[in-house]
C-alpha cells in the first residue's frame, strides 16, 4: 500500500481534550491546515468571507475552529477597527507578528463550553460568527448552530463552510457510498460518535432550526480528474491534494471514525488501500465544499 506524502516515518499526536475531534494535531498537520486554507482561497476565488458585512469591518467578530489562525489573522489584518477573537482546542501556532497586532486575541478552549460564560464570548456581544471545517469534530451540530445564534447582536450574520464527505459523479449524480465499504463504514462509525459527514449540505438546515433568516449558500466542486481544471483553474491546488489523498487526510480519518466499530487492524488497513483506489484520478468524479450565510432576525 502506497503510504501518502507526508506519513512515512510519522507518529501523529491527537488532541488531549475529550471533543470529538479526530484530525492530528502536530506541526505536520499544522502545514496541511495552512495548505488547505490556501487552497480553499484558490478555490472560491479569493472570497474567503460570503457575508455581506461592512467593508469596515463588524465590531467584534468570533473565527470558530480557528485552527492556525490564518484566517483569524486576515481578518484582523483586513478589519483594523474591528476585535477578533479566534477560538480553537489547542494552543493556535505563533506568529512573528502576533505581538503587534493589538485586535486579535486567541482562545484555548472547548467553544461549547466557554459560550455564554465566557466574558469573551457573551449572548448577543458578536457582530460577526464564523467557521469553517467542523464536520470532523463536531458532534452537536444543532447546539453549536444555536449558540452561534445566540452569541450574535440581531441583524448580524453566521458564515459556516464545510464539506459533504462524500464523492459524487457528474453525469447522474450516484453517491458511491452504496459501492464503497470504507465510506459506508466510516460513517457508520462516524454517527455512532455523532458526527454529522454531511454538513456542507445539512448546516442550512440547522441554520432554519435556529432561527436565522436570509440564508443563503454556495458550492464549490473539486474534480478528481485534472482535465477538468482547464474549465476550472481555480480548483487546481485542492484537486492534487484530493487524488489518491496526497494530503493523508482520509488516512488519519479512516481508524478514527471507524473505533466504534471494533474493527480489526487488518480490515483498517484495507480499508486505507481502497480509500486510495477509489480517490485515484476519475473523470466525472468530484467532492462539494459549501459555505451557508444567515442573519439573525433584527430583535
Not at 495548505?35 to 482561497?41: F, G, I
Not at 464570548?121 to 464564523?130: A, H, I, K, M, V
Amino acid at each position: 500500500m502506497a503510504v501518502p506524502a507526508g506519513m512515512i516515518s510519522r507518529t501523529p499526536t491527537y488532541h488531549d481534550t475529550e471533543a470529538g475531534y479526530i484530525l492530528p494535531n502536530d506541526p505536520a498537520e499544522h502545514t496541511r491546515l495552512i495548505d488547505q486554507a490556501n487552497s480553499l482561497v484558490a478555490l472560491t476565488k479569493s472570497r474567503i468571507i460570503h457575508a455581506p458585512i461592512s467593508p469596515s469591518g463588524p465590531k467584534s467578530i468570533l473565527d470558530m475552529g480557528c485552527g492556525t489562525g490564518i484566517v483569524t489573522r486576515y481578518m484582523a489584518s483586513h478589519f483594523h477597527t474591528s476585535q477578533i477573537y479566534g477560538i480553537d482546542l489547542c494552543q493556535v501556532p505563533a506568529e512573528p507578528t502576533d505581538i503587534t497586532t493589538k485586535n486579535m486575541t486567541f482562545i484555548r478552549g472547548n467553544f461549547r463550553k466557554m459560550a455564554g460564560k465566557d466574558e469573551r464570548l457573551q449572548w448577543g456581544s458578536l457582530d460577526f460568527f464564523f467557521s469553517r471545517l467542523l464536520l470532523d469534530g463536531m458532534t452537536d451540530w444543532p447546539g453549536y448552530v444555536k449558540d452561534a445564534f445566540n452569541l450574535l447582536k440581531p441583524g448580524c450574520w453566521a458564515e459556516m463552510g464545510d464539506y459533504v464527505e462524500d464523492c459524487f459523479y457528474e453525469d447522474n449524480h450516484i453517491v458511491p457510498r452504496e459501492a464503497w465499504e470504507w465510506q459506508k463504514a466510516i460513517r457508520e462509525g462516524g454517527f455512532k460518535q455523532g458526527l454529522d459527514l454531511d454538513a456542507g449540505w445539512t448546516i442550512k438546515g440547522y441554520m432554519e432550526d435556529a432561527g436565522f433568516v436570509d440564508i443563503q449558500r454556495w458550492e464549490y466542486r473539486v474534480p478528481y480528474w485534472r482535465e477538468a481544471l482547464k474549465e476550472r483553474p481555480e480548483a487546481t491546488r485542492m484537486t492534487e491534494h484530493a487524488i489518491g489523498d496526497k494530503w493523508g487526510l482520509y488516512w488519519h480519518m479512516i481508524p478514527k471514525l471507524v473505533e466504534p466499530l471494533g474493527l480489526s487492524e487488518e480490515v483498517v488497513e484495507g480499508y486505507r488501500r481502497d480509500m486510495q483506489r477509489d480517490l485515484a484520478e476519475e473523470e466525472g468524479k468530484y467532492q462539494v465544499f459549501t459555505v451557508t450565510i444567515g442573519r439573525k432576525p433584527e430583535a
